[in-house]
């Protein structure tokens, strides 16, 4: 019965966490289509975070300058249709692979 409960609390912890980091990021602005916004709610909300915790944190980070979301997303997208088109014929010779290892091993 006590595992019942801890679970249970530590599951409505991790809710409650999450619930309130979203609420916070919300009421700061952070997830608004605005972009401009956005970036400024972020480092706004960086720099708060890091005064309170003394700044020693998120000074030491830096914000990525250059992601190449476009040419990471593309890819991903490639290799995702890639694996799509080339998924029968791998089936088939996983399909192969299985049964030659099964009647080897049982001949």
Do not use: H, R
Not at 30 to 47: L, P, Q, R
Not at 63 to 81: C, H, Q, R
Not at 86 to 101: E, H, L, Y
């Amino acid at each position: 019965m006590a595992s019942v409960w801890w679970t249970t609390s530590k599951v409505l912890g991790k809710g409650c966490i999450f619930a309130g980091v979203v609420y916070v990021t919300m009421k700061n602005g952070i997830w608004t289509s605005d972009t401009e916004k956005g970036i400024t709610a972020v480092k706004s909300f960086y720099e708060t975070v890091d005064k309170k915790l003394g700044g020693q944190y998120f000074t030491k980070l830096q914000m990525p300058t250059d992601l190449k979301i476009k040419e990471k997303w593309n890819y991903g997208v490639a290799k995702s249709f890639d694996s799509l088109a080339n998924a029968p014929d791998a089936v088939q010779d996983q399909i192969k692979k299985g049964s030659t290892f099964v009647y080897q091993k049982f001949k």
